[in-house]
């Protein structure tokens, strides 16, 4: 699994242990969600304040 994060648009460099977490938390939100099998390709969460 290949997880990146950006804020404000600047990458944010992440080891193996937060993309692991962040990954994840991400999959097990969206795999419990009706409609999302876990044949998924991939997965994007934005967040805008």
């Given at each position: 699994?290949?997880?990146s994060l950006k804020v404000d648009g600047k990458a944010v460099d992440l080891n193996a242990f937060p993309q692991e977490i962040i990954?994840?938390?991400a999959v097990a939100m969206?795999?419990?969600l009706r409609g999302v099998g876990h044949d998924w390709k991939g997965i994007e969460i934005r967040?805008?304040?």
């Open positions: 699994m290949n997880v990954g994840n938390a969206a795999e419990s967040i805008d304040k």
